[in-house]
């Protein structure tokens, strides 16, 4: 019955991986070296391939200015290639400010040099165009300060385009003067394809990892009761449709005041921790479970009738009875109780959870460490009529 580790169905990919008894994150994007706000994220992913083509650019840059015979401009992108690593080992190290500044400067020095060189039609104005989205992905400065650094950019543009409109660059051919700009509008459009992907990537990472923590329980790493929930009722649904069979187990960890009492609440901590580990582990893939509240927990398995829920629950009972909880110089045993309810679409949610729950109930009340399987009560006999 049982198998790998659940908590969600196969398929779906979770933000979450398991590592021991607590749940990490793992993203496809590289991680800074800092903690960081969701809209400095977007920024630190954006920042981490951009820096890429910016390196890459300027190192293309050094070899057509030194064969153009533009030295001031192939020194120039020797500088801007140290800019730009610096900028990235910065944002890598979680200095998204000082990175950003230094990017933009840069961005706008060359292209001011080159156009001043080069003029207007050799396209190097085209690069200050990325720093406008540049400036609107950084929560770290406000609506004024992107407005006055639009401003900025836009005179800039203007005063580069009154004053090098005149400057004609010719090329060793017409075929290498026709392609420089081609060329530069070819590179921002790459940095503003990658800016716009990486950011979404950013934000859909970020976003997947808000609805986990949401749908999390933060001690154990279980399922919280509002995901369990919506989980209960898509399993309802089904039920109405294909008209099978599945089962609620409501489970409690026995005697967990008089250990939090005795031992302290970082001991309680730790039989949760261990437990939930235990629990999740014990379960087949398409079933779920939950931190229902306290020391409770509540499991859904689907396709599971009555019989099945109670030889699920009591190898978990078996499972649980077996463990040892390491605490300091403490081996702590651990038992549960545990009742199965039938999840019963013309019932309900409330009134299946409250079956399972009252289950649980008469296992605490017989004893403990064992499993009731709730049963409805038979219906007493009618009177029978008097005897005239």
């Known amino acids: 019955h049982f198998s790998k580790a659940a908590g969600e169905p196969v398929g779906v990919a979770s933000p979450f991986k398991h590592n021991g008894n607590r749940m990490t994150e793992q993203t496809q994007v590289r991680r800074p070296t800092t903690r960081l706000s969701l809209g400095s994220r977007r920024m630190f992913v954006a920042l981490d391939?951009?820096?890429?083509?910016?390196?890459?650019?300027?190192l293309g840059f050094i070899p057509l200015f030194t064969w153009l015979q533009l030295p001031v401009l192939a020194a120039f992108n020797v500088l801007s290639v140290l800019v730009w690593i610096t900028a990235r080992v910065l944002n890598r190290r979680g200095k998204l400010d000082l990175a950003v500044v230094l990017v933009k400067l840069e961005v706008a020095g060359h292209a001011t040099l080159a156009v001043s060189m080069l003029g207007w039609d050799s396209g190097f104005h085209y690069y200050l165009?990325?720093?406008i989205p540049f400036a609107g992905l950084n929560d770290r400065i406000s609506p004024r300060v992107v407005f006055v650094e639009v401003v900025a950019l836009f005179v800039l543009y203007s005063v580069l385009y009154?004053?090098?409109?005149?400057?004609?660059f010719q090329g060793p051919s017409p075929e290498v003067t026709q392609a420089i700009p081609f060329m530069n509008v070819g590179v921002v459009f790459t940095a503003m394809g990658m800016l716009a992907v990486y950011f979404r990537l950013a934000t859909s990472a970020s976003e997947?990892?808000?609805r986990m923590l949401a749908s999390t329980d933060e001690l154990t790493g279980l399922t919280n009761r509002r995901r369990m929930l919506e989980h209960i009722r898509e399993e309802i649904r089904r039920l109405r449709r294909s008209g099978r069979s599945a089962s609620l187990i409501m489970g409690d960890i026995d005697h967990f005041k008089d250990i939090n009492d005795k031992y302290g609440h970082l001991c309680g901590d730790e039989v949760l921790e261990e437990v939930s580990e235990l629990l999740r582990n014990s379960l087949r893939d398409q079933d779920f479970i939950a931190r229902w509240g306290g020391e409770e927990f509540l499991f859904l398995l689907p396709e599971t009738d009555d019989a099945g829920g109670v030889t699920a629950a009591e190898k978990l009972r078996e499972a649980v009875s077996k463990l040892e909880v390491q605490f300091e110089a403490r081996k702590l045993k651990v038992t549960m109780t545990f009742g199965v309810a039938t999840l019963d679409p013309k019932i309900g949610i409330d009134e299946s959870i409250?079956?399972?729950?009252?289950?649980?109930?008469?296992?605490k009340q017989g004893g403990r460490d064992q499993v009731i399987c709730w049963k409805n009560p038979e219906p007493a006999p009618a009177a029978k009529p008097p005897v005239v």
Request: positive net charge; aromatic residues 16%.
């Open 49 to 58: 391939f951009v820096t890429l083509v910016g390196i890459t650019a300027h």
């Open 129 to 131: 165009w990325p720093l």
């Open 162 to 168: 009154w004053f090098t409109r005149a400057i004609h």
């Open 208 to 210: 997947q990892r808000l």
């Open 354 to 363: 409250s079956r399972a729950d009252d289950a649980l109930y008469q296992g």
